[in-house]
């Protein structure tokens, strides 16, 4: 049978998309395979104004916080090191924030800027101890917006 | 010759291409654009157009939804801070109150819940601009917002309980440090629900702008590559057009020549080699005069003349223009003048070169004038013999029918006359002496076969120029014989006279059915203008015999309507035709109004009183027939008119 142009051209058409396939699958497959950072998971749920989460102590060295805003206001999600009861905490001159430069207090990080429905991970490597989680916008604390977490 | 139905002439029902030029598809619905003239588009700008219309809509649109866009975000942002700063007074007028200062936390309680109310719902706010105008916002659509703006609603209830919690209980209330905490808690959260919702608006504003700019930005890419695309088909349009029109013009048989103002060829289109073996570039600075033989230059320089004085007139001339090798070539031309047009200035000269027609035209001429030749003189030699027969005669109802055949005969003789003025040939026979006036009218009279309805009235006593007088007489003849055919046989047709401004008018009416307007127009275009012999000149020859004649000697006819009903054939004579005892025509008296009926000496002679003979031999007797019934004496018929020897 002869190869006529059309037949021809089909037949291109048909090798570029296998050469495609045969390209994209491998990477997808390696992709799916990229290994899951390791730690303790804690899965911490941000709501007006509560801070919720599924583990309240947990055993020192790579602690995985993975965040979920329910909203319905944004909120940022603070980590400190402090013996001060979770309620305790020292507030700035305005009696509405909270302090995070006082002296007992030792800021570890946050995940600022979460929007309503928002996810974020952060991964945190803690030493035994007492850690106090909260939001600090104006009003969120006081409102009861904070958790404790304790390391062993 | 009048009341025949106008020739109808076939109109081709050629399909007209439009300037648009063989556009199918979306291209059918696109309207012709008068900015692009009568450029042939083709098919493929028909789409790039409606693109283009539909690119710069979506542009203005976008627009508009942007500005929009702009707008209630900005009203939003003022509601919101509108919020926040009653929050403020609320939280204060209830500390206030508590600490026994006046104020009037109900009132701003109500007015902090209107905005929220408001973004949620939807309503009029004051305008930013003040002055008590008020201004609509939408509700909010989006969930997030939403959601934002009902934990605003939220808290605002709470912060009111609170409020009013800290109202009622006082200073003294155990609970009175923890509600003003609780308040102003409350209100710095207030504080921040409401900077997220307006931040979230904002932040979809702006993404919602973002996005309509990029839309813009690629819509109007797409519309500057449709505009490109346009005008390189366009250009390419304008290119095949000039280069078609370039090859029209190269090929064509006609000629294409602009005259500038002073008479000089500014431009000659390339098929003069063909017409006349000579190069285009070679002529161009010199004068068309040039080429024009001598014998029409006189009247080419005189059309030109008149057309240089009517910008955007046209004329038609013919004329001869030499041929390299020195033969002359007849052409016909239609001029324009273009002197106001910037891109022409001049005259435009379209010129066919019509030399065999011209000889062909010749040709049946020379055949139509020999044949026509021949037949007259038989004719002539027939009418002799009547005439003959009719002396000899003295049975009067032998002569009538011998009166009948001569007026048989003379009319076969005017129809033959008629093929001799259409074959072109001049008379040969010309009169050098003047020629009364009356003479020639009634000469022209009695070759009408119905010459006894004919009534001829104040004539005055001018002469006519001898070298005009047969033809005058033939185109009388014609215009009386065609009243008298086309009117009742119990009218009468009058002929009468009248000097005017610049010669002599006469005039002949009948009482006939008329002529509609169209008929009258065709008829007056026909004697104006009369044309070469062909089958519509044979349907109409009277008036193209008439017509031939009278532009012979610069005489005017026309035809008109007569307010008592029929036609009116106007002749202007010139008065360089006209002469006269005194020197103007309003000086020499009418001669007084008479009846054809009443014999006339001067016409049974075969030479009138003033010794003009009229037309070859004019019939002798053309005044009177004589009854049947009556008798024979001669005597009797000369009183009846009938012809005396």
């Known amino acids: ?152 | 010759m009048r009341r025949s139905p106008s020739a109808e002439v076939g109109a081709a029902s050629a399909t007209q291409r439009t300037a648009a030029g063989g556009r199918s598809g979306i291209g059918r619905l696109v309207p012709r654009l008068p900015i692009l003239g009568d450029l042939r588009l083709g098919r493929r700008l028909g789409w790039v157009i409606p693109v283009l219309i539909v690119l710069v809509t979506a542009i203005v649109g976008y627009n508009a939804r942007a500005i929009g866009q702009q707008r209630g975000s900005a009203l939003v942002v003022y509601t919101a801070a509108r919020q926040r700063a009653l929050v403020e007074r609320y939280t204060k007028d209830v500390l206030l109150v508590v600490d026994g200062f006046q104020a009037d936390p109900e009132d701003s309680g109500e007015a902090m819940r209107q905005p929220v109310d408001v973004l949620l719902d939807g309503g009029s706010v004051r305008a930013p601009q003040g002055g008590g105008a008020r201004v609509k916002v939408s509700p909010a659509r989006d969930w997030k917002v939403r959601r934002k703006l009902e934990q605003d609603r939220r808290l605002i209830d709470e912060l009111i309980h609170t409020g009013d919690r800290l109202l009622k209980g006082g200073r003294s209330d155990p609970g009175h440090g923890a509600d003003v905490t609780r308040l102003r808690v409350l209100s710095a959260q207030l504080s921040s629900v409401s900077n997220d919702a307006v931040q979230e608006i904002t932040q979809q504003t702006e993404a919602s702008l973002s996005r309509l700019v990029r839309i813009e930005i690629a819509l109007g890419l797409l519309s500057v590559l449709a505009a490109l695309a346009l005008g390189l088909l366009l250009r390419r349009a304008g290119t095949e057009q000039a280069a078609q029109f370039r090859s029209l013009v190269n090929n064509s048989s006609d000629l294409i020549t602009v005259l500038a103002p002073d008479g000089t060829i500014a431009y000659q289109s390339p098929s003069v080699q063909r017409v006349l073996g000579r190069r285009a570039a070679d002529l161009v600075g010199t004068a068309l005069g040039d080429l024009v033989h001598p014998d029409d230059q006189h009247d080419v320089n005189i059309s030109l003349t008149k057309l240089v004085e009517a910008p955007g007139a046209t004329a038609n001339f013919g004329c001869r223009l030499q041929h390299e090798d020195g033969s002359w070539r007849h052409v016909e031309s239609i001029c324009t003048n273009l002197a106001d047009d910037p891109r022409v200035n001049g005259l435009v000269l379209n010129i066919r070169d019509v030399t065999e027609q011209a000889a062909l035209r010749k040709s049946i001429g020379d055949l139509l004038h020999n044949l026509a030749r021949r037949s007259q003189g038989l004719v002539d030699r027939q009418l002799e013999l009547i005439d003959e027969l009719e002396r000899s005669e003295v049975d009067p109802d032998r002569l009538h029918e011998l009166f009948r055949m001569d007026h048989l005969a003379t009319r076969m003789r005017r129809n033959v006359e008629n093929l001799i003025v259409l074959s072109g040939v001049e008379q040969r026979r010309r009169w050098s002496e003047s020629v009364p006036l009356r003479d020639v009218v009634e000469a022209a009279v009695a070759e009408v076969e119905e010459y006894d309805r004919v009534q001829v009235a104040g004539i005055y006593d001018l002469t006519l120029a001898g070298r005009a007088a047969s033809d005058v007489a033939h185109l009388l003849a014609e215009l009386v014989e065609n009243a008298t055919s086309f009117s009742s046989p119990t009218t009468r047709v009058e002929v009468s006279g009248g000097p005017t401004g610049n010669g002599y008018v006469l005039e002949i009416e009948d009482h006939g059915i008329g002529m509609s307007d169209a008929e009258l127009a065709e008829a007056n275009r026909r004697l104006a203008e009369p044309l070469a012999a062909d089958v519509a000149v044979s349907r109409m020859m009277g008036f193209h015999v008439v017509g031939r004649l009278a532009a012979r000697h610069g005489i005017r006819v026309q035809l008109r309507h007569c307010w008592f009903g029929g036609v009116a054939a106007l002749v202007l004579l010139p008065a360089v035709l006209l002469g006269s005892a005194g020197e103007h025509p309003a000086m020499a008296p009418p001669v007084p109004a008479g009846v054809m009926a009443a014999p006339e000496p001067l016409l049974l002679a075969k030479t009138t009183e003033s010794g003009w003979q009229p037309r070859a031999h004019l019939p002798l007797r053309r005044h009177a027939a004589p009854a049947p019934n009556r008798g024979g004496d001669t005597d009797a018929a000369a009183e009846a008119g009938e012809p005396v020897e």
């Not at chain 1, 402090?82 to 995070?100: E, F, H, I, S, W």
């Not at chain 1, 945190?124 to 104006?138: I, Q, S, T």
């Open chain 1, 1 to 152: 049978m002869a190869w006529t142009r059309a037949r021809r051209r089909w037949a291109w058409a048909l090798a570029l998309v296998l050469a495609a396939l045969a390209l994209a699958v491998p990477l997808t497959v390696a992709r799916r395979h990229e290994p899951t950072p390791s730690g303790t998971p804690v899965n911490v749920l941000l709501e007006d104004f509560k801070v919720r989460q599924d583990a309240a102590v947990v055993p020192a060295g790579t602690v995985r916080f993975r965040i979920l805003n329910q909203g319905p206001t944004t909120h940022e999600f603070n980590v400190i090191r402090t013996d001060r009861a979770p309620d305790k905490l020292p507030l700035q001159r305005d009696g509405l924030t909270v302090n995070q430069d006082a002296p007992d207090l030792d800021h570890l990080d946050d995940a600022s800027g979460l929007d309503i429905d928002d996810r974020r991970t952060l991964v945190l490597r803690l030493a035994p101890g007492h850690y106090v989680m909260y939001c600090n916008l104006e009003g969120h604390y006081l409102g009861g917006m904070y958790a404790a977490l304790t390391v062993r």
